[in-house]
């Protein structure tokens, strides 16, 4: 493979603002894998935010990139699994599998697509240290016939319009809004862009804890619960961002609530009639060698959180600390307090997914 930008490559980021800022360009923000495409000839490489390739979990992409793209080309965007109710990024995760067997079944059960955002070479020319103005229209351009798996996002210069997309998208999946200057040069590993992310509050029980790493003496991460219409409590998420010295504190703290398996909700038998809860010897599928296991607490505690947005019945990333709400009662803390956002179709945002 020779190109004008070579692999690998960190992709260039964005920085958290409060509010959609003025005099950019803004496009949605997709929910997905960050990968850089690089295509030369027969040579197609994914790779990924960490620099680690992820071509051979995406054959269908492989073949598509050989199809739909130019020749030889660098091009930044998001692989994302499209579905009729919006992105399913938990159909996503399970594309990265190690059995060769089951990536090729996956990629012909829930296919991927990739959404192009930005162009970091064409040909010979090299465009990072071109204004995005300049490399926006050169990706529009080099991908005029690209489809059905590669498509450009679509991007507007209007504030306003910027702000609709931010608050209607959300119902198909996505999680906010980007602005980029249009001056903008490609610059990798840099927070250089801006990105808008919904955020709200929730009231949650507090049903167990991780310990942390160095120790038992701390807490890693407190597990959140929600109550189902049914009554029986859903396992949300974590919040894990304190303090170390907080951390130790907690473990005394929490200690009066410790309780046993069975007489806690997310108890074997609830486990294997399939409610999706944490388990005492569970791996991470990000990480074989990480212990998820919990200490089961009677669910008596209540905290707010902010969280972004939900992926079915969890939080989509982990949640943050608020405060803690001795006032209210933990039975009220029920799925009814979210926001829902209102449905939107993928192919009104981008012809042709969903």
């Keep these: 493979m020779q190109l004008p930008v070579m692999p690998p490559v960190s992709p260039m980021l964005a920085k958290s603002v409060v509010s959609i800022p003025p005099d950019a360009s803004y496009e949605p923000k997709w929910d997905g894998f960050r990968s850089i495409c690089f295509r030369d000839g027969d040579e197609v490489e994914l790779g990924s935010r960490n620099e680690r390739p992820m071509t051979r979990y995406f054959p269908e992409l492989v073949k ?3 199809a739909e793209l130019p020749e030889r080309c660098v091009i930044d965007g998001e692989i994302i699994v499209a579905s009729d109710g919006g992105l399913d990024f938990e159909a996503l995760q399970q594309r990265i599998h190690p059995a060769d067997s089951r990536v090729r079944m996956l990629a012909e059960k829930t296919p991927a697509s990739f959404i192009a955002f930005d162009l970091l070479a064409l040909d010979d020319i090299d465009y990072t240290q071109r204004p995005f103005s300049e490399r926006r229209a050169a990706l529009v351009e080099a991908l005029t016939n690209a489809g059905p798996k590669f498509h450009v996002t679509p991007v507007t210069t209007d504030l306003a319009t910027a702000q609709r997309w931010f608050d209607e998208f959300e ?16 610059q990798p590993d840099k927070r250089v862009m801006f990105k808008i992310k919904h955020q709200r509050t929730a009231d949650c029980v507090v049903a167990g804890y991780r310990l942390h790493k160095s120790g038992d003496d701390a807490i890693g ?17 974590v919040i894990g961002a304190f303090p170390m010295a907080r951390r130790r504190e907690l473990v005394t703290e929490l200690q009066p609530l410790v309780t046993t398996f069975d007489n806690h909700p997310w108890n074997w038998a609830a486990h ?15 990480n074989a060698g990480k212990d998820l296991s919990f200490v089961p607490l009677r669910p008596e505690r209540v905290v707010e959180v902010r969280y972004d947005h939900m992926e079915g019945e969890r939080f989509r990333h982990t949640a ?16 009814d307090q979210l926001e829902q956002p209102v449905t939107f179709k993928l192919g009104d945002i981008v012809p042709g997914l969903g």
């Excluded at 009639?273 to 010897?281: D, F, I, L, M, S």
Aim: charged fraction near 25%; charge should be positive.
């Design 320 to 335: 943050q600390f608020n405060r803690w709400r001795p006032d209210r009662d933990p039975r009220s803390c029920t799925f």
């Design 221 to 237: 991460s407190l597990l959140l619960g929600l109550y189902k219409d049914d009554g029986t409590l859903a396992s949300v998420g």
């Design 272 to 286: 294997m009639v399939g409610e999706r809860t944490p388990r005492r010897n569970e791996g991470s599928r990000w």
């Design 64 to 66: 598509a990139a050989e």
């Design 171 to 186: 119902g198909a999946g996505l999680d906010g809004v980007i602005a980029k200057p249009l001056s903008l040069t490609y």
